[in-house]
């Protein structure tokens, strides 16, 4: 989602999980296999080859955390804009559905997050526990940034999982990669929320 969303929330320590979320190779969002019933890539997150991820200096994040928007942010508006003109129709923030999805499209049930690079743990989950401790050079404040950014990480994951048992097709994006690739995305988006419809249709049959 965007960036400095839904990292403020969310209590409880996560010691029981941290072996499970370095083991877990992100299925909700990385390289989900298709399937019959749904043909679609679950995600866009893998789907655009881009250059190696680099941490922001800490000056760089204090400077962003000043400028932070919980919801409509410049990357989100674009994305909206984007697919608007794109013919596509949606709502945005649902709070009926699980995790307030930044973009819903609830008639397919897709559900689209523009997750923050840093407040949503890109390093911890591309690189591992070792390199998220790296890249917060402040001693004093790592222990409870490691447990912030893993909490982040966690329940991300599991509404995910949530919204796919739902019958939702969850799709998470890095927000840079969308600010750097935003046609390309849109088009994705565009597709997926096209086929949903084309096999709704398949599976209800014509219309008497």
């Given at each position: 989602m965007a960036t400095g969303r839904k990292c403020i929330s969310r209590t409880g320590g996560c010691c029981n999980r941290q072996l499970d979320l370095q083991s877990d190779s992100r299925t909700t969002s990385v390289g989900r296999t298709r399937t019959n019933d749904d043909p679609i890539q679950e995600s866009v997150k893998s789907a655009t080859p881009i250059r190696a991820y680099r941490p922001k200096s800490a000056d760089e994040v204090r400077r962003n955390m000043s400028a932070i928007r919980g919801t409509e942010n410049q990357t989100e508006r674009a994305l909206r804009s984007t697919l608007h003109r794109l013919g596509l129709r949606f709502r945005k923030y649902a709070p009926d559905l699980l995790g307030r999805p930044d973009i819903i499209f609830r008639a397919q049930r897709v559900a689209v997050f523009v997750d923050g690079d840093y407040w949503h743990g890109r390093v911890f989950q591309e690189r591992g526990l070792?390199?998220?401790?790296?890249?917060?050079?402040?001693?004093?404040?790592?222990?409870?940034?490691?447990?912030?950014?893993?909490?982040?990480?966690?329940?991300?994951?599991?509404?995910?999982?949530?919204?796919?048992?739902?019958?939702?097709?969850?799709?998470?994006?890095?927000?840079?990669?969308?600010?750097?690739?935003?046609?390309?995305?849109?088009?994705?988006?565009?597709?997926?929320?096209?086929?949903?419809?084309?096999?709704?249709?398949?599976?209800?049959?014509?219309?008497?």
């Open positions: 070792p390199a998220l401790r790296a890249s917060i050079r402040k001693q004093e404040t790592q222990n409870y940034w490691l447990a912030k950014l893993q909490r982040t990480v966690a329940r991300d994951r599991e509404v995910t999982r949530g919204l796919r048992s739902q019958g939702w097709l969850v799709m998470r994006l890095w927000e840079s990669e969308t600010k750097r690739n935003l046609s390309s995305i849109a088009q994705r988006i565009a597709k997926a929320v096209r086929r949903r419809s084309t096999s709704q249709r398949t599976r209800n049959g014509p219309r008497s």
